[in-house]
């Protein structure tokens, strides 16, 4: 299992950016797939998911400002990033998750930094 982001770099306030998550060596249509973002010495939370029958859910805090979206003929999942805002920095990390059969497979992060 692979899982490869990618699209993270420095913006400035109120900037966008679109991060890619490309997945490998499991079946990608099957699985729900979330962003999560841990931001200096925070914890890993969730900031988007989207599951296997397209259903969507976001925290308040990014809720009208990021989109989740897939693509299962490229097995690539995005998150497009608007009105970004400092405490949206940090590492951001995909995640493939099948609840039923206890599977979740973890990517490396790719880092955002929102300054001026």
């Known amino acids: 299992v692979q899982l490869q982001a990618s699209g993270g770099g420095l913006v400035q306030p109120g900037g966008s950016l679109r991060l890619s998550c490309a997945a490998s060596?499991?079946?990608?249509?099957?699985?729900?797939m979330g962003w999560y973002r841990q931001a200096p010495g925070k914890q890993r939370e969730l900031v988007a998911r989207?599951?296997?029958?397209?259903?969507?859910n976001y925290p308040d805090s990014v809720k009208g400002r990021f989109t989740i979206s897939r693509d299962n003929a490229k097995n690539t999942v995005y998150l497009q990033m608007n009105g970004l805002k400092a405490e949206d920095t940090g590492v951001y990390y995909c995640?493939?998750?099948?609840?039923?059969?206890?599977?979740?497979?973890w990517g490396r992060g790719t880092l955002v930094t929102v300054s001026s």
């Open positions: 995640r493939a998750e099948r609840i039923i059969t206890n599977q979740f497979y």
């Open positions: 060596g499991f079946t990608f249509s099957s699985y729900a």
């Open positions: 989207i599951r296997s029958d397209g259903s969507r």
